[in-house]
C-alpha cells in the first residue's frame, strides 16, 4: 500500500493568484496523477507527472494553467494558477501500486472567491 | 474512448438489508480493470473491490461483490448486511491495462452514485 500526504488540505483563495497543492508519497512510484473533481461532480483526470519529464496532460488541461512538478519519485506538485472562481474544485493526488490498486491523497478543497 | 456510466444518481438502503448498484461501461479493449471506489464525507477515496476483465469469476471482498457481465459491459456493486459506514459516494472506475494500444494506466470514473443507510 501507498500513504499519501497531501497539502493544503483546503484553502479559500482570491481570484487571479495561483495555488501549489503538495503531494507526498511513502515510497517512490513512477507514476503519479492529478484529479479534479467539481462539485457534485465526478472525478476527471488533469495530467500524469512523471519523473524526469514534462507532465501528459488531457485533454481541456493545459501546463500554464496547470504546472506541475515532479523533483524525485516521492513527490509532486500541481498548480492552478490565475484562479478563477470555475476553479473551485476538490484536487486529489493519486498514485498506482504494481498491482494497478490507485491509492489517493485525501484531496484539496479549493474555493475561489 | 472508454466510458462509464453509473444510472443511479442516489440510492438508499435501510440497515442489514441488500443494495445493489449500477454500472456500465464502454470499450473496444478485451483486457482492462474494473474498480468500486467509497468516497465518504472525508474526500478519502477508497477502494472497495476490483475485477479483471480476465477472470470470469466474480470478486468478493466480505460483504461487497460484483456481478461482472463482460459481453454485457456491465459491473454492478452488491452491498449486503449494509451498515451505517458504508453511507458515501461510490464510483465505478475503468482502467485500460496497461502498455494497450498506448493507452495510459489512468482511472476514468462514472459519475457516481450516492448511498444513504437508513436505521
Known amino acids: 500500500s501507498a500513504v499519501i500526504s497531501q497539502k493544503p488540505s483546503r484553502d479559500i483563495c482570491q481570484r487571479g493568484t495561483s495555488l501549489t497543492i503538495q503531494c507526498q508519497v511513502d515510497?517512490?512510484?513512477?507514476?503519479m496523477f492529478w484529479y479534479r473533481q467539481q462539485p457534485g461532480q465526478s472525478l476527471t483526470l488533469i495530467a500524469t507527472?512523471?519523473?524526469?519529464?514534462?507532465?501528459?496532460?488531457e485533454s481541456g488541461f493545459v501546463i500554464d494553467k496547470f504546472p506541475i512538478s515532479r523533483p524525485n519519485l516521492t513527490f509532486s506538485t500541481l498548480t492552478v494558477s490565475n484562479m478563477s472562481p470555475e476553479d473551485s474544485s476538490i484536487y486529489l493526488c493519486?498514485?498506482?501500486?504494481?498491482?494497478?490498486?490507485?491509492?489517493f491523497g485525501q484531496g484539496t478543497r479549493l474555493t475561489v472567491v | 474512448a472508454q466510458t462509464v456510466t453509473q444510472s443511479q444518481p442516489e440510492m438508499s438502503v435501510q440497515e442489514a438489508e441488500t443494495v445493489t448498484l449500477s454500472c456500465t461501461y464502454d470499450?473496444?479493449?478485451?483486457?482492462?480493470?474494473l474498480f468500486w471506489y467509497k468516497q465518504p464525507p472525508s474526500r478519502q477515496m477508497i477502494l472497495v473491490i476490483r475485477?479483471?476483465?480476465?477472470?470470469?469469476q466474480n470478486a468478493t471482498e466480505n460483504r461487497f461483490s460484483v456481478n461482472f457481465q463482460k459481453a454485457a459491459k456491465s459491473f454492478s456493486l452488491k452491498i449486503s448486511d449494509s451498515q451505517l459506514g458504508d453511507a458515501a459516494m461510490y464510483f465505478c472506475?475503468?482502467?485500460?491495462?496497461?502498455?494497450?494500444?498506448?493507452?495510459?494506466?489512468?482511472?476514468?470514473f462514472g459519475t457516481g452514485t450516492l448511498l444513504a443507510v437508513q436505521p
Open positions: 493519486s498514485v498506482e501500486a504494481v498491482n494497478t490498486e490507485a491509492f
Open positions: 515510497s517512490q512510484v513512477t507514476m
Open positions: 507527472a512523471n519523473q524526469g519529464s514534462e507532465a501528459t496532460y
Open positions: 470499450t473496444s479493449e478485451s483486457d482492462y480493470y
Open positions: 475485477q479483471e476483465a480476465y477472470k470470469q
Open positions: 472506475a475503468y482502467r485500460s491495462e496497461l502498455g494497450y494500444g498506448g493507452a495510459t494506466n489512468k482511472l476514468i
